[in-house]
Each structure stands twice: as structure tokens, then as C-alpha cells.
């Protein structure tokens, strides 16, 4: 049998300590918390923390260095966790609508000693526009991609980008998004594949050169 966790000590030498306290932390206070499925642990590093850190990786050029990003609905904190942890240039914020899932995120975060680069906020995308930005917007997990992009096109700073996870629905998705696409007067959209030595490699639908309305250049969370 594959052993992922040596292969992900390998590809990510060094963010494996972060990586395996935080697949620690999924693995028991996540189940408990009923955050992911008892299911999930035998294919925690192969189909949740590799899938998410390979669209990350700097060769992907998907998250360009020093870039902010909101992940939006993280639940346990994917990607965004992962992302925080893998690639330590980041400015990382976790929206979730759910008290449960914020509240682990905040004690994964203390854990991880992730507080001077991510932060967490409680809320629903729809409610928080105007309080964040970002050079890149993601999202695992969540909604169709017409809704996705509705909701994620707000947080986008002007010029960025939004890397939403997709499985092998994304291009009959992408066709059936064209009228949020408009709206976002974007540069371009493309369905990537990520990871070509995972057993399936992650797609994401990319979305750049986002026209923001109301974002800043910079991003950041502000409290209103
Ligand atoms: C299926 S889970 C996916 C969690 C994580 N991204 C992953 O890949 O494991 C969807 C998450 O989105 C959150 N969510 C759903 N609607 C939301 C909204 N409108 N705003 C913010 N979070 C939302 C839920 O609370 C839940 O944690």
C-alpha cells in the first residue's frame, strides 16, 4: 500500500511536523467533533491534505508568493489550513458559516502557532462582503460553481484570481456558469490538474484577472 504520509514528507520536507499535527488534530478532535467522517483517516493525507497542498505548490503558479487568500466554507480548514502550513509566504482567512467548525479552527490555528498569518472569521460568505479580500479566493467542497462564483467573486481584490476545488464535473459546470463568469469580467477560466503522481490528481476550475467592484489592491481582514 502507498504510504502518502512518507511521500508527503518527501514533496513538503519542511512543513511535515505542521502537516502531521494537523493530521493529528483531524484525526481526533476533527471525528469527535464529527468535522470529518471516521471513514476519512485512512485517506486523510492521499484525498484531503495532498489534495489540497499540490494546488498550492509554486510551480502550479496558481498562488502566486506573498499572495492573500480567503478560503471560503474551510470547514476543518481545507485548503486553507494545508495552504497556511505548506507554503508560509501566505496571508490566510477561514470563513465558515458554522460555530463548530470555527471553534476547531481556532484551537487548530493556536496549535499550529498559525496566529500571525491566518485568521479566522465565523460567518456566511454571503453576509461578509466589504470585510475581506484577497489576491486569490478559494473554496472546497461547497457549491455548484455558479453559486461558488457568486459568492466568491466579492472577496476577489482587483486582478486576482478564484481556484475553486472541482471534481470531473468542472467543465460541465464551467458551461453552466456563463453568466456569473460575465459578471466577473474575468481574463480567462481553465480547468487545472494538479498532482499528476496523486492516484486523482485535483481539478480545479481557475478563474483570473478578476474585475473587482469593490476590493482593494492589498488585502486583509477588516472588522466593521
Ligand atoms: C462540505 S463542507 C467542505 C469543507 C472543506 N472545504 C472541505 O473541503 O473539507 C462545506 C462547508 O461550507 C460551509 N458553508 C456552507 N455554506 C456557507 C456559506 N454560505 N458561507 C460560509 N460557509 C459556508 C459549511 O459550514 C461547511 O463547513
Request: contains cysteine; hydrophobic residues 45%; glycine residues 10%.
Amino acid at each position: 500500500m502507498t504510504n502518502w504520509q512518507e511521500i508527503a514528507a518527501q514533496r513538503y520536507p519542511t512543513a511535515i511536523a505542521d502537516l502531521n499535527s494537523y493530521a493529528d488534530l483531524l484525526a481526533t478532535l476533527g471525528i469527535e467533533r464529527g468535522l470529518i467522517g471516521p471513514r476519512e483517516v485512512d485517506r486523510l493525507w492521499e484525498r484531503h491534505l495532498l489534495n489540497c497542498a499540490v494546488v498550492a505548490d509554486v510551480s502550479e503558479g496558481m498562488v502566486p508568493p506573498e499572495s492573500t487568500v480567503v478560503d471560503i466554507g474551510t470547514g476543518a480548514g481545507l485548503p486553507g489550513i494545508v495552504w497556511a502550513i505548506t507554503r508560509p509566504d501566505l496571508t490566510v482567512t477561514l470563513v465558515d458559516s458554522m460555530l463548530r467548525r470555527v471553534e476547531f479552527l481556532e484551537l487548530a490555528v493556536e496549535r499550529l502557532q498559525l496566529g500571525s498569518r491566518v485568521n479566522v472569521v465565523r460567518g456566511r460568505a454571503e453576509d461578509l462582503v466589504g470585510t475581506v479580500s484577497a489576491d486569490v479566493v478559494t473554496a472546497r467542497a461547497v457549491a455548484p460553481l455558479p453559486r461558488l462564483l457568486t459568492w466568491l467573486g466579492p472577496f476577489v481584490s482587483q486582478g486576482g484570481s478564484i481556484v475553486a476545488f472541482k471534481g470531473q464535473t468542472a467543465v460541465e459546470e464551467i458551461s453552466q456558469a456563463g453568466h456569473e463568469l460575465a459578471k466577473l469580467g474575468a481574463g480567462s477560466t481553465q480547468v487545472r490538474k494538479c498532482g499528476d503522481w496523486l492516484v486523482q490528481p485535483t481539478v480545479v476550475v481557475q478563474v483570473q484577472d478578476v474585475q473587482s467592484k469593490g476590493g482593494s489592491r492589498r488585502a486583509g481582514y477588516r472588522r466593521r
